[in-house]
């Protein structure tokens, strides 16, 4: 398989650089929680920092801060939510003569290049390769990226969302993402995170045969 990411066509706004003053104001406040919390967990490990701590640092409410996020470890999700909200649709976008595993592998490309644009992406990866035991965590917060996956398969294909080839297709993209993360983490830190996706996909496309 090629590359995940291609040019955006003209036209074409990434889903961070969409909405207006209030969606920017939102975009903020989730950043400024995540950086607050990044910065407490690798100085103080994640165990011993609380959401209290958190808001305290980024000078907000508990409140507010469940408005962004479900619990301490969904901070460290990289993929926002306007990212996740556009995956149907891209899925349903994407050329008619592409394969539907590309098709997802592809989009799955995007959500990283997006990720990879936030200012707490590599601290978040820190963390996590730091901690290992949150992965799992963090992977039961990415329920929502593979519901909008999907909604895509299955709006793309004429099925229904709980079909068991749409629910299927779904849960091992998002697997085969959260294991494409799992090797980055291992491997040399100026390794590409896309060569262990397009590799990963590349293995799921063969059957899953063996290196």
Not at 18 to 46: C, D, I, N, S, Y
Not at 108 to 133: F, K, N, S, Y
Not at 168 to 195: E, F, G, K, N
Request: charged share 25%; aromatic share 6%; with cysteine.
């Amino acid at each position: 398989m090629s590359r995940t990411t291609m040019p955006r066509a003209s036209g074409d706004v990434p889903p961070r650089e969409q909405g207006g003053l209030r969606e920017r104001k939102k975009r903020a406040t989730r950043q400024a929680l995540q950086q607050a919390a990044v910065r407490l967990f690798r100085e103080h490990g994640p165990v011993s920092v609380t959401v209290e701590d958190i808001c305290a640092a980024a000078d907000v409410s508990a409140r507010t801060f469940f408005n962004y996020f479900a619990s301490k470890e969904e901070v460290l999700v990289p993929w926002d939510p306007p990212t996740v909200a556009s995956t149907a649709r891209r899925i349903v976008d994407g050329p008619a003569a592409e394969s539907l595993l590309s098709v997802v592998h592809r989009v799955l490309g995007e959500t990283i290049d997006t990720a990879m644009a936030a200012p707490t992406w590599r601290d978040q990866a820190v963390v996590l390769r730091d901690h290992p035991e949150l992965v799992s965590r963090v992977a039961l917060a990415s329920w929502d990226l593979e519901q909008a996956l999907a909604d895509g398969v299955a709006r793309r294909t004429g099925g229904e969302q709980e079909d068991p080839y749409v629910r299927q297709l779904a849960a091992t993209a998002v697997t085969t993402l959260r294991v494409a993360i799992q090797c980055w983490h291992r491997a040399d830190p100026d390794s590409d995170l896309h060569d262990h996706l397009d590799s990963a996909f590349t293995r799921l496309a063969d059957g899953l045969r063996p290196d």
